[in-house]
């Protein structure tokens, strides 16, 4: 069974750093990986889709990388700002069409 | 990205009393539509899948009595807690997708049960 674990579960930045997330998952033959955000008391958005073909995907401060091989992914933020405080889910669709299987997130805290 | 619609944003009831929710694809037909829940800083949990016109498929632990799931439509699915209980207060999300496509997600219900 698929199983998804965030690395650390909580971060406390100061504003400018650069940091970098973790997720691994113990089945690597995944169709897709994906990082979301999620603000207290709300739903998700989502940040990035990597499919299993790729390596990375960014958009504008983000870059995830995905190492389907040894079951990683990296998500970077460049330039924290506290506007980045929020938890970071990251997710695994194991076959096309099934459901996501999420990790418990990190928590982070851009302090200004 | 696609929308998803997921009502109402967040509710309280009565415990022994039932509770729907409502989640719907706005701008897209969605095939297939995922219920999920999620207690304070846990990640969210599979609750059932659920295909268009066909029952929902329920994970294991998730009393599919209790939490009654109708996809009557391609744009519409509908979770009922029925007979809620305190232990049933939790944050709910709705997925959606069409096929193997991306799966967009609602907005969340906080239930409480008091």
């Known amino acids: 069974k698929q199983e998804v674990t965030q690395i650390p579960a909580a971060l406390s930045v100061p504003e400018g750093e650069n940091l970098v997330l973790n997720c691994s998952f113990t089945d690597s033959a995944i169709y897709n990986l994906q990082w979301f955000r999620q603000d207290p008391g709300k739903g998700l958005t989502s940040l990035l889709l990597?499919?299993?073909?790729?390596r990375e995907q960014t958009s504008g401060r983000l870059n995830a990388s995905l190492d389907k091989s040894s079951g990683r992914s990296t998500l970077y933020i460049a330039a924290s700002q506290p506007g980045d405080s929020a938890t970071y889910l990251c997710a695994v669709e194991d076959q096309a069409g099934t459901a996501l299987i999420f990790g418990k997130g990190t928590t982070l805290s851009v302090s200004s | 990205g696609a929308v998803v619609s997921q009502h109402p944003s967040r509710v309280i009831c009565k415990s022994g009393t039932s509770v729907k929710i409502e989640c719907r694809s706005l701008d897209f037909q969605a095939t297939t539509m995922f219920w999920y829940r999620q207690f304070p800083k846990q990640s969210l949990m599979l609750m059932a899948t659920s295909n268009e016109g066909s029952k929902a498929t329920y994970e294991q632990g998730v009393e599919k009595d209790k939490f009654l799931i109708n996809h009557a439509s391609l744009t519409l699915s509908t979770l009922t807690v029925t007979s809620a209980h305190p232990e049933d207060s939790s944050f709910y999300i709705c997925?959606?997708?069409?096929?193997?496509?991306?799966?967009?997600f609602g907005q969340g219900t906080r239930l409480t049960v008091v």
């Open positions: 990597i499919q299993s073909s790729q």
């Open positions: 997925s959606a997708r069409t096929g193997g496509t991306e799966a967009f």
